[in-house]
């Protein structure tokens, strides 16, 4: 799949905010937001309102409180979240001790392991599952730590995409202002990289997109931070083009929680190594086919401690520190669990 002209890959569709802002799209009844929420309590209302006048009905939306177990000022996010009316749950209990033993048994997660945004968004899909979610439905994505939510219109930005490609994408995500994710677009660049394709995207990591329910059922996942490369990979692995793929522009920039040096380099750690763990595999499309025997093998290798240096979370408090943080877990599909 490699081409060094890179014509191949200038097939990720794009939309630019200019064309995207003057586009009507609708939310239609079989549509779905999914909010996944960890420590974002006084943001809450703001989302269910923006979600609200965006074309959602309250019960077509989903708050996913995330590790509520270790996280205590959840208890407010929570309790927010519930006062916007849409349906609200706690990831801690949506993935039941007989889930997280079947992951255990099955894939080789450990229970430990079941924690992040990744995770979070697995158990989204487990409640949308449970809710006969049909195969067409558009699911949208949004973190619940924007703050100019209004200004940046990513619900009516992402059905623009939507309506210009009538369809015929498999994924719309959004392409922010200042947000091109340089370190992961050089990774992806390296000679013998098979998902170069990916590196068309402006911001590949964005967490605001929306994909149809039957391609995310399919969609195997990671359990933390390598969760939106994990669907990207999923995808373009079994379309072998980034040509489903389509981003839009926005407008102005999108204001959200800023990550300090510390989180950046355990994040950005998880996602490259969740990558590198798949190549090491030594074949094309090693996420999508993994045997339930590699997916196991792999969750074992990756639960092991991996140590490396970390820098301070103050910048320029003193020297990186040896730190150890557990790698994302891979996690199996809805298909994977309960077949098609």
Known sequence: ???????????????????????????LPTDILVVPA??????MGAMGGYAQQAGFTLNQIIIMVNDSAEC?????????????????FVMDEVLTPEMAQRLRAEYGIEPSRLKGKGTAMFAACLKLEEMKTPPEARI????????????VSPIQLLLAGWVNWNGSVKMVKLASLGRNNEGILAFLGLPGMPYTGLGALQWPLCGQMSVRWG???RMRGATKFAIEMAMLID????YSTPSMLGEVELGVVLNDKKNDDHTHAVMYRGILAYISQLLQTGR????????????????????????????????GSGASSFESHPLDAILPSIEDLFGK
């Open 1 to 27: 799949m490699q081409d060094e002209t890179g014509e191949k890959y200038t097939a990720v569709r794009h939309l630019g905010y200019e064309e995207a802002k003057d586009v009507e799209g609708k939310i």
């Open 235 to 238: 995808l373009i692995e079994r």
């Open 72 to 88: 205590t000022v959840n208890n407010k996010t929570e309790a927010a979240a519930r006062g916007t009316g849409a349906k609200v």
């Open 140 to 151: 949208f994505f949004l973190d619940a730590d924007i703050t100019n939510l209004g200004e």
């Open 284 to 315: 094309w499309k090693q996420l999508h086919s993994l045997t339930i025997v590699e997916m196991i093998q792999l969750n074992l290798e990756s639960g092991k401690p991996f140590p490396f240096w970390v820098p301070p979370k103050k910048t």
């Open 38 to 43: 960890r420590d974002e309590g006084p943001q």
């Open 215 to 217: 391609e995310l059922r």
